[in-house]
């Protein structure tokens, strides 16, 4: 992969409501895609990743992404947010039979009660 | 539990002096990583190693040094030379060796400041 978009540093919710995390990329080459997330002063966890197969991905916390090769994207979704879902998130990807995985800048998530 | 230590989670740095970040994974992976989080940026590759004894310079490895005498183990070194150097810097792993769909898995950081 050549860039990751996140094209939105911040986004605000309130507790319950649905949110759309967009992450778009980059690349001349097929790619491995992830989402991580990340909580104060620590480091990156897994949220879910796609690596072939089924384009819709299921991670933990109730987290899903689409993979749609088309409009190179690999938006990031959840149903119904709660106020511990406040935190930072990260889109990476990386090229099938790369070795390193590029970052987006983040989006923060805030969710309000 | 298997993962990755990072120590000390807090580091002062005064003028002209190098600091080590030290690193300590036991998940048995090959390859590991430095990177420096700074506000707004997302994460920027400092150094990585696909396997012991051997290193590579990332995106911003000036001032920066590393090495890599133990597989478990991944020090950095900042240098005097890096004339900024407040940052978050986590380090990570992964495994999988030639089998590159493996996420990196992430030790918790060390907040890096100057005095």
């Known amino acids: 992969a050549q860039s990751v978009t996140q094209l939105d540093s911040q986004v605000p919710v309130f507790e319950e409501a649905p949110v759309e995390l967009r992450c778009n990329y980059s690349?001349?080459?097929?790619?491995?895609l992830f989402w991580y997330v990340q909580y104060p002063n620590q480091g990156l966890q897994l949220l879910l990743k796609y690596l072939s197969g089924s384009t819709l991905v299921k991670g933990i916390n109730g987290f899903e992404a689409e993979f749609n090769k088309s409009q190179t994207s690999f938006h990031l979704r959840k149903p119904s947010v709660h106020i511990s879902d406040t935190a930072e998130y990260f889109c990476a990807a990386m090229n099938t039979g790369g070795f390193k995985t590029i970052f987006g800048a983040g989006t923060r998530l805030f969710v309000k009660a | 539990d298997g993962g990755i230590t990072q120590s000390p989670k807090y580091l002062f740095r005064k003028e002209g002096q190098n600091v080590t970040l030290s690193c300590e994974q036991n998940l048995n992976h090959d390859a590991m990583y430095w990177y420096r989080q700074d506000p707004g940026q997302g994460l920027r590759l400092i150094y990585y190693?696909?396997?012991?004894?051997?290193?590579q310079k990332g995106d911003i490895a000036e001032g920066y040094s590393v090495s890599r005498e133990k597989k478990e183990s991944f020090p950095l070194t900042v240098t005097s030379a890096q004339k900024n150097p407040t940052a978050f810097y986590l380090c990570?792993?992964?495994?999988?060796?030639?089998?590159?769909?493996?996420?990196?898995?992430f030790g918790d950081g060390t907040r890096l400041s100057i005095l």
């Open positions: 190693s696909q396997i012991v004894n051997d290193f």
């Open positions: 990570a792993s992964r495994g999988g060796g030639q089998i590159y769909n493996q996420p990196q898995h």
């Open positions: 690349s001349s080459v097929s790619v491995y």
